[in-house]
């Protein structure tokens, strides 16, 4: 199953790897895939080392005043869309400033993020699944040491989670050619079974952007 166009067009840049599934209840253990360390080549590994260890804050960049009004207009929707889950207002806007950067710099749909965080984890930040993965997007700890400074508690940090997350998605679109069915399967250690696929995908549509509709209210 090829992602469909428009998928296609909104994912570009980079290069990344790993990770599970979890729909919990709120307190118990997110439900992991059955993950695999990849074999990178050097190159791949160098890329991902430099975007982890990569210092500038994530505070969003505009190239011009139109593009800032977009930004401001998915950040409303979203906190609107996110309070339920998280009501404090700094927490959710920390969040949602972090996710939509971390996104964007890996060439990511910041709604596919949000959708996949969702079926991860919850949005819960100290998530942790049977298999061990950690954090908003579970990402399994063995990446610390692959690409990182292998401090696994840093996994528990919103910032390095979400960029560990994104960029590990992002190398995994690279590898399927941009077949995003095929790059969550890897990304959920379940490659060429539907569910996982199916529940991002599915999860991302409540988290799509729609700047007409926005505008027009």
């Known amino acids: 199953m090829q992602v469909h166009g428009r998928a296609r067009a909104r994912l570009g840049a980079a290069a990344f ?12 253990p997110a439900h992991a895939g059955n993950q695999k360390e990849e074999a990178l080549a050097d190159s791949v590994r160098l890329a991902l080392s430099n975007a982890i260890n990569d210092a500038r804050p994530p505070k969003p960049v505009f190239r011009d005043e139109a593009a800032r009004l977009r930004y401001q207009q998915w950040f409303n929707e979203m906190s609107g869309r996110l309070k339920k889950r998280m009501p404090d207002d700094f927490s959710r806007t920390e969040f949602l400033e972090a996710a939509w950067y971390e996104a ?6 910041p709604g596919l993020v949000l959708g996949l ?12 699944s049977i298999a061990g993965a950690r954090g908003y997007m579970q990402v399994m700890p063995f990446w610390t040491k692959v690409i ?7 996994l528990f940090h919103m910032q390095t989670n979400l960029r560990y997350g994104c960029s590990i998605l992002r190398m995994y ?18 490659r060429g079974k539907p569910q996982y696929p199916n529940a991002v995908l599915a999860a991302w549509k409540k988290w799509e952007f729609q700047p007409a509709a926005v505008a027009a209210r």
């Open 17 to 28: 790897a790993a990770t599970l599934v979890a729909a919990l209840l709120a307190g118990g």
């Open 117 to 128: 965080i969702q079926v991860e984890s919850a949005y819960r930040k100290y998530a942790v």
């Open 173 to 190: 679109i690279d590898m399927e050619r941009g077949n995003l069915y095929l790059a969550l399967g890897r990304y959920n250690g379940s």
């Open 148 to 154: 990182g400074d292998s401090d696994r508690r840093k």
């Open 104 to 109: 964007t710099r890996a060439g990511l749909d």
